[in-house]
């Protein structure tokens, strides 16, 4: 079975500078899909950027982007230029390319506090 | 348009009652979903179902049953509510052939008193 460990259970950055959030996972596929979801205080999961395994290149997604070591199973997001609205808890999931076992499998999350 | 919707969005319940979270994706997907975050805001899967068909039942106890009339729809019914339910309770759906991301709905906090 799949996992994902998030080992940071909270980070905190000044608005404008950078922060990188830490993902690792385990799976013995060679292809599959991993994702970073943005849950605010309002509780709604949103999106923030998705990196398929089979491409060598980083995802980016304006001020987000992912630096994705496949060999190391290792997925963070960078967040650049960091603002208010992104102080949130962040979640790496990972989803199998497998039909039957179509699911995310999520880490245990990250609280992200952005200081004025 | 709300492209996951699902309703309530708070319900506060007496132990021992029985209630259903519905939930309506307008995405055109063919798979939906159930997560239960709980308390330590950790997200598990709990039912997947694809065009109405159940392919996906995580060790959930029998108290909690899906049920899936169209493949726009999935609603959860919970009988005999426990304490321990206690939890949010997330909608989601995606297309399970093309294996994009999942979107969620805005979550059913449920409180069990």
């Known amino acids: 079975a799949q996992t994902v460990t998030q080992s940071q259970p909270e980070m905190s950055v000044q608005e404008a500078e950078t922060v990188t959030l830490s993902c690792t996972y385990d799976?013995?596929?060679?292809?599959?899909?991993l994702f970073w979801y943005k849950q605010p205080p309002s509780r709604q999961m949103i999106l923030v950027i998705r990196?398929?395994?089979?491409?060598?290149q980083n995802a980016t997604e304006n001020r987000f982007s992912v630096n994705f070591q496949k060999a190391a199973k290792s997925f963070s997001l960078k967040i650049s230029d960091s603002q208010l609205g992104d102080a949130a808890m962040y979640f790496c999931?990972?989803?199998?390319?497998?039909?039957?076992?179509?699911?995310?499998?999520f880490g245990k999350g990250i609280t992200l506090s952005v200081r004025p | 348009d709300t492209a996951v919707s699902q309703t309530p969005k708070y319900l506060v319940t007496q132990m021992g009652n029985d209630k259903s979270i519905k939930c309506e994706q307008n995405l055109g997907h063919d798979t939906m979903y159930w997560y239960k975050q709980d308390s330590k805001k950790f997200l598990k899967i709990m039912f997947s179902y694809n065009n109405k068909e159940l392919i996906i039942n995580e060790t959930v106890p029998n108290r909690f049953s899906p049920k899936s009339p169209d493949k726009a729809h999935l609603n959860l019914h919970i009988n005999s509510l426990e304490l321990g339910d206690s939890a949010v309770y997330f909608c989601a759906s995606s297309y399970r052939q093309l294996n994009t991301e999942a979107f969620f709905g805005q979550g059913t906090r449920l409180t069990v008193v």
């Open positions: 990196q398929e395994a089979y491409k060598q």
């Open positions: 999931a990972y989803r199998t390319t497998s039909r039957a076992n179509s699911k995310l499998t």
């Open positions: 799976t013995s596929e060679s292809d599959y899909y």
